[in-house]
Nanobody
Framework: QVQLVESGGGLVQPGGSLRLSCEVSGSTFRSYDMSWHRQAPGKERDQVALISSSGGYTNYADSVKGRFTISRDNAKNTVYLQMNNVKPEDTAVYYC????????WGQGTQVTVST
């Protein structure tokens, strides 16, 4: 069974930084494309960033380009989301996802950007 556990969320001030982690167990991590998604209250879940299985390709939502960086460490079965210069509109529950079809989701971690 594939399990994903996110960590690193919390409260951060506008302009600050945060790094999310997602550790994957029960699978061959290096075979999965990995992605981060977020869902704000009352809104749909949207993809924020994606990284290919090799790490050679990344893609970002326009709203986070230049501020967020996705990376992975295949030796640690972990994908990261470095969030810099955060804004109040980045407030959401952040989820990581492994694969496409089938896909597996973590339980989510809350990120709140506020003074």
């Amino acid at each position: 069974q594939v399990q994903l556990v996110e960590s690193g969320g919390g409260l951060v001030q506008p302009g600050g930084s945060l790094r999310l982690s997602c550790e994957v167990s029960g699978s061959t991590f290096r075979s999965y494309d990995m992605s981060w998604h977020r869902q704000a209250p009352g809104k749909e879940r949207d993809q924020v960033a994606l990284i290919s299985s090799s790490g050679g390709y990344t893609n970002y939502a326009d709203s986070v380009k230049g501020r967020f960086t996705i990376s992975r460490d295949n030796a640690k079965n972990t994908v990261y989301l470095q969030m810099n210069n955060v804004k109040p509109e980045d407030t959401a529950v952040y989820y990581c996802k492994a694969g496409v079809r089938p896909s597996y989701w973590g339980q989510g971690t809350q990120v709140t950007v506020s003074t």
